[in-house]
């Protein structure tokens, strides 16, 4: 199975590979290329480095403790680390980037923030698009989807980003166990996911003797339709609110599908087929009402089933896991997650062959060998080895910071975002081959990180305004008509013509420096 982890080495086994790592950094390598994998000064002497990024537990690692000094130890650095509380991280990070005085190796919460985009453009970070194929990791290990969207206009990325997983993101999870008490299929297309509503709203799929079920727990929030947003974008295909028509950028709004999207779920209000009290649901209340027993549909990833399961057989005991159960896709469509979390950034002011070297710390640092050091602590310390499988002391883990090194430096099991180690195979199977065919259909949104000044200032207005109207329209304070007349308005509208050619520009622009 791909979400199982294999055995790590011992402690020792790391530091010998670090030897290793040390003398294929000698001298002789640096009389060689320079722009090879190997890269950087050259010297046996530790990579000395400072660091700045988040830090998420009240109480950060010491510069002595001993998973820091065996991951230096295995990538030959000494590296001093600022850890910055998350609470304050963004301001910190202005600061910091705004004085010049800037680490070697510093986390990018926001790659496409206006601070970080301004010092990029003025040469202030490492381009490291042409020094990516050099590093083995940094290439497979790193989704191609998150190279694409940490890109700048230019087409170039200016930092590593830190991956997550890009497939299985939220989407459709029904009920199995009451699909199949009532002979239903789950369903591919829209229409067939009506009928599944339909049919749990009239019938009595838990068989508790009422007709009380709610087919879909469904919220929107102010600016977006929430979990409804899965349903307009099964009908447009899109993920997001831009599409590519003949080679520019389109507001969805602009589409045919996102009117049909919007009479479809109007429909599903006036048939109850969703909580009548839907726009004033808060994502914790509609999660609440899957985990009591209550409704047949929810948007969320395969990977948090346990949270909702052993809440769900407190009432329903015969439910299995495999009965929390993703769809596929609808109507052809499933969403494509960005794959990172912020980036890793180098500036100018580290020399190229520092620069060189760091990308090799962190692609060593990704090697199984390495990582695991994080992920499992000291063997004996933080984890035993019993019938080939490690058995974590997460408590001793905890205590020594392992997981806090993974807001430097992390890889992203791909089925993390449905599967666990804890889940039973059977579960674990059936989500790994489901993720697998959404694989196929997945679409990300190609609107991540393309710049529009307009839109800077246009977007979150007019974000608000189309979510207040389909709002009143699905429940029936306002005619369909009134979109019809939205959008009309909106064609002519000067700061969306703007918008929608500064987003084109950037699309384009993107792409044709990814090409070079």
Same mark, same amino acid.
């Given at each position: 199975?791909?979400?199982?982890?294999?055995?790590? /080495?011992?402690?020792?086994? $790391?530091?010998?590979?670090?030897?290793?790592?040390?003398?294929?950094?000698?001298?002789?390598?640096?009389?060689?290329?320079?722009?090879?994998?190997? #890269?950087?000064?050259?010297?046996?002497?530790?990579?000395?480095?400072?660091?700045?990024?988040?830090?998420?537990?009240?109480?950060?690692?010491?510069?002595?403790?001993?998973?820091?000094?065996?991951?230096?130890?295995?990538?030959?650095?000494?590296?001093?680390?600022?850890?910055?509380?998350?609470?304050?991280?963004?301001?910190?990070?202005? $600061?910091?980037?705004?004085?010049?005085?800037?680490?070697?190796?510093?986390?990018?919460?926001?790659?496409?923030?206006?601070?970080?985009?301004?010092? $990029?453009? *003025?040469?202030?970070? &490492?381009?490291?698009?042409?020094?990516?194929?050099? =590093?083995?990791?940094?290439?497979?290990?790193?989704?191609?989807?998150? &190279?694409?969207?940490?890109?700048?206009?230019?087409?170039?990325?200016?930092?590593?980003?830190? !991956?997550?997983? @890009?497939?299985?993101? @939220? +989407?459709?999870?029904?009920?199995?166990?009451?699909?199949?008490?009532?002979?239903?299929?789950?369903?591919?297309?829209?229409?067939e996911l009506y009928n599944v509503l339909k049919a749990l709203k009239n019938g009595d799929p838990d068989k508790n003797g009422k007709q009380d079920t709610i087919p879909f727990a469904a919220y929107v929030n102010p600016t977006d339709m929430g979990s409804?947003? *899965?349903?307009?974008?099964?009908?447009?295909? /899109?993920?997001?609110? &831009?599409?590519?028509?003949?080679?520019?950028?389109?507001?969805?709004?602009?589409?045919?599908?996102?009117?049909?999207?919007?009479?479809?779920?109007?429909?599903? =209000?006036?048939?109850?087929?969703?909580?009548?009290?839907?726009?004033?649901?808060?994502?914790?209340?509609?999660?609440?009402?899957?985990?009591?027993?209550?409704?047949? %549909?929810?948007?969320?990833?395969?990977?948090?089933?346990?949270?909702?399961?052993?809440?769900?057989?407190?009432?329903?005991?015969?439910?299995?896991?495999?009965?929390?159960?993703?769809?596929?896709? %609808?109507?052809?469509?499933?969403?494509?997650? !960005?794959?990172?979390?912020?980036?890793?950034?180098?500036?100018?002011?580290?020399?190229?062959?520092?620069?060189?070297?760091?990308?090799?710390? $962190?692609?060593?640092?990704?090697?199984?060998?390495?990582?695991?050091?994080?992920?499992?602590?000291?063997?004996?310390?933080?984890?035993? %080895? *019993?019938?080939?499988?490690?058995?974590v002391d997460q408590k001793k883990l905890q205590e020594d910071h392992g997981p806090e090194f993974n807001q430097i430096v992390y890889v992203a099991d791909p089925y993390a975002s449905s599967t666990k180690r804890y889940f039973s195979k059977e579960a674990?199977?059936?989500?790994?081959?489901?993720?697998?065919?959404?694989?196929?259909?997945? /679409?990300?949104?190609?609107?991540?990180?393309?710049?529009?000044?307009?839109?800077? *200032? +246009?977007?979150?207005?007019?974000?608000?305004?189309?979510?207040?109207?389909?709002?009143?329209?699905?429940? #029936?304070?306002?005619?369909?008509?009134?979109?019809?007349?939205?959008?009309?308005?909106?064609?002519?509208?000067?700061?969306?013509?703007?918008?929608?050619?500064?987003?084109?520009?950037? =699309?384009?622009?993107?792409?044709? #420096?990814?090409?070079?």
């Amino acid at each position: 199975m791909k979400w199982k982890k294999k055995t790590a /080495v011992s402690l020792a086994a $790391v530091i010998a590979l670090a030897s290793v790592l040390s003398a294929c950094g000698g001298k002789a390598e640096n009389n060689a290329a320079g722009s090879s994998a190997g #890269g950087g000064s050259g010297s046996q002497d530790p990579l000395q480095l400072s660091i700045m990024t988040i830090l998420l537990t009240p109480t950060p690692p010491t510069d002595d403790n001993i998973i820091k000094q065996a991951i230096e130890k295995a990538t030959n650095s000494k590296m001093n680390i600022q850890w910055v509380s998350g609470n304050s991280y963004t301001d910190k990070l202005n $600061v910091t980037l705004a004085s010049g005085d800037i680490p070697d190796l510093i986390y990018i919460d926001d790659p496409f923030s206006s601070n970080f985009r301004s010092i $990029v453009n *003025q040469g202030g970070f &490492w381009d490291i698009t042409p020094y990516i194929k050099d =590093y083995p990791n940094l290439k497979s290990k790193i989704s191609e989807t998150a &190279w694409t969207l940490t890109k700048m206009q230019d087409g170039k990325n200016y930092g590593i980003p830190r !991956p997550r997983p @890009s497939e299985a993101d @939220s +989407f459709f999870i029904v009920r199995k166990d009451w699909l199949d008490s009532m002979g239903l299929q789950p369903p591919k297309t829209t229409d067939e996911l009506y009928n599944v509503l339909k049919a749990l709203k009239n019938g009595d799929p838990d068989k508790n003797g009422k007709q009380d079920t709610i087919p879909f727990a469904a919220y929107v929030n102010p600016t977006d339709m929430g979990s409804l947003s *899965q349903l307009e974008n099964s009908f447009t295909g /899109v993920n997001g609110s &831009w599409k590519v028509v003949d080679g520019k950028m389109v507001n969805t709004i602009f589409l045919p599908e996102e009117r049909q999207a919007l009479e479809y779920i109007t429909k599903l =209000y006036q048939e109850k087929l969703i909580p009548e009290d839907f726009a004033s649901l808060k994502l914790s209340q509609v999660k609440d009402l899957f985990k009591g027993g209550k409704a047949g %549909v929810i948007i969320d990833k395969a990977g948090t089933m346990s949270d909702y399961v052993n809440e769900i057989k407190k009432i329903q005991p015969t439910m299995k896991e495999t009965d929390f159960y993703p769809l596929t896709n %609808v109507n052809g469509y499933n969403p494509k997650g !960005p794959g990172f979390s912020g980036i890793l950034a180098i500036p100018k002011s580290v020399p190229e062959d520092k620069m060189k070297r760091i990308l090799k710390l $962190v692609d060593t640092w990704m090697n199984d060998d390495v990582f695991n050091i994080q992920q499992f602590g000291i063997e004996g310390r933080d984890y035993t %080895v *019993q019938n080939g499988e490690k058995v974590v002391d997460q408590k001793k883990l905890q205590e020594d910071h392992g997981p806090e090194f993974n807001q430097i430096v992390y890889v992203a099991d791909p089925y993390a975002s449905s599967t666990k180690r804890y889940f039973s195979k059977e579960a674990n199977d059936l989500f790994q081959k489901i993720q697998d065919e959404r694989a196929k259909s997945s /679409v990300a949104d190609i609107s991540i990180g393309l710049y529009s000044p307009t839109a800077m *200032q +246009f977007l979150p207005e007019f974000q608000k305004q189309v979510q207040d109207l389909k709002t009143k329209i699905i429940l #029936g304070r306002e005619p369909i008509t009134a979109w019809d007349d939205f959008v009309n308005k909106m064609k002519n509208d000067p700061n969306m013509t703007k918008m929608t050619q500064e987003m084109t520009d950037a =699309y384009q622009k993107r792409n044709a #420096g990814a090409a070079k």
